[in-house]
């Protein structure tokens, strides 16, 4: 991690898709317009969210319990933090994030009352319609399914809908095929499928190649002779 | 007189990538730029001049091939050069610039594009390497979706940076002399 950039241009749902990808543990900051927060990562799991004056004050904190203990928060109530500074914030724009590694340590472990695939689903489901089409961008796409998308599936809570797109995801159907076919709103298709890249569980199809590349083995191994001496 | 045949090789990527920069740092010609002053704001604020048809580099091969570099427009609105140049090419490389997120969204629109229509080998660069800030190739893979089963290397790379520039348009040979012998 070591990340920053804007929620008007990056969605919760690619953040939380870079946080998954790494499993890592760090902190997420935003910068919003009325307050700053910082949401704890351990593994790859948010587990706590906190409003905090001063950013740099964060950086200072060593052990994750002397934390909350602090704070006199029981574990059991974390999650009540992460609904309440985060998930009442996933429908905005106007923040600046960063993800940094930190050297925070975790001494035990820490109720997820919301798994980070659970949090993908639920921002992918809040994308306006210009969001959604910076990945579902073309028609002609064909997804196909990875081959762990059922625990996925299972950790993100699907709602009907979304277990409706996925059941048409075959490698063969297109957007615009398993739009039709759906018979649901684009934008919840879309917004489905969105969700879906982010969490790994459908990855782009390549066109399959119908001819080989239109140059002999000898001239490719002269070009990249070539290209090694410029 | 003998006709020299062209190999081609897009360039492609959002606005401000580098492309431009990645053609001239490795062609032995003079880039041939159609650059025109940007207008809309937001692009004026990044640079002052952009591409709006194609720029072209060229690596002389031996007597009979050039390789040629064809590097596309950033902006969408020039998205039906995409096509254009993508007709006929061997193999695709879209830059990325690593330190601005913002574009990794039209950056994930063109690869859509590309392998939606025409199944090449493609390689992306994940460039300004060089700059505070910058995604590590790791982090952009993972922004663009780009799955390991897609067999779309991204690279790290620095576009002002001749030895990186070579070893991603390497990268991309590569592939596609993959391709050949499969």
């Known amino acids: ?230 | 007189m003998k006709t020299i045949k062209k190999i081609k090789i897009v360039i492609a990527g959002p606005f401000s990538a580098g492309k431009t920069q990645f053609i001239n740092t490795v062609s032995e010609i003079k880039t041939v730029k159609t650059e025109r002053k940007t207008r809309a704001e937001g692009e004026k604020a990044v640079k002052e001049h952009t591409t709006v048809a194609m720029d072209f580099g060229k690596i002389r091969i031996d007597d009979e091939h050039e390789l040629y570099l064809f590097g596309t427009p950033g902006q969408s609105r020039f998205d039906f050069m995409w096509e254009i140049l993508g007709e006929g090419a061997l193999g695709i490389i879209v830059l990325v610039d690593s330190t601005d997120p913002s574009t990794f969204h039209e950056a994930t629109r063109i690869i859509n594009y590309f392998q939606s229509r025409y199944s090449v080998p493609m390689v992306v660069g994940a460039n300004k390497q060089d700059l505070p800030n910058a995604w590590s190739p790791r982090d952009v893979a993972t922004a663009l979706n780009i799955s390991e089963s897609e067999n779309i290397p991204v690279v790290p790379v620095s576009a002002i940076d001749k030895e990186m520039v070579k070893e991603t348009l390497i990268r991309l040979l590569e592939l596609i002399r993959d391709e050949l012998v499969s």
Request: a positive charge; glycine letters at 4%; hydrophobic letters at 40%.
């Open chain 1, 1 to 230: 991690m070591g990340m920053t950039g804007e929620l008007r241009t990056f969605s919760f749902a690619d953040i939380f898709q870079i946080i998954l990808s790494n499993r890592k543990s760090g902190l997420f900051v935003i910068e919003w317009e009325d307050i700053n927060t910082v949401s704890y990562v351990k593994d790859g799991e948010i587990i706590f969210t906190r409003p905090i004056d001063k950013i740099h004050k964060v950086y200072t904190e060593k052990e994750f319990d002397s934390v909350i203990e602090k704070l006199r928060i029981p574990k059991q109530h974390l999650y009540k933090t992460v609904e309440r500074f985060l998930l009442s914030r996933l429908d905005r724009r106007d923040g600046r994030f960063s993800l940094v590694d930190r050297l925070i340590t975790y001494d035990s472990d820490y109720p997820v009352a919301y798994s980070i695939e659970t949090l993908t689903m639920m921002s992918a489901r809040l994308l306006e319609p210009e969001e959604v089409a910076r990945k579902i961008s073309e028609d002609m796409l064909i997804f196909e399914l990875s081959s762990d998308y059922k625990q996925i599936a299972e950790k993100a809570k699907l709602n009907p809908q979304e277990a409706k797109v996925l059941s048409l995801i075959d490698g063969e159907r297109t957007v615009f095929d398993i739009r039709k076919d759906a018979k649901l709103e684009t934008l919840t298709v879309d917004r489905s499928l969105y969700g879906f890249l982010a969490l790994g569980m459908i990855r782009r199809k390549k066109k399959e190649r119908k001819q080989k590349p239109n140059v002999s083995l000898e001239l490719l191994v002269k070009i990249i002779k070539r290209v090694k001496e410029v």
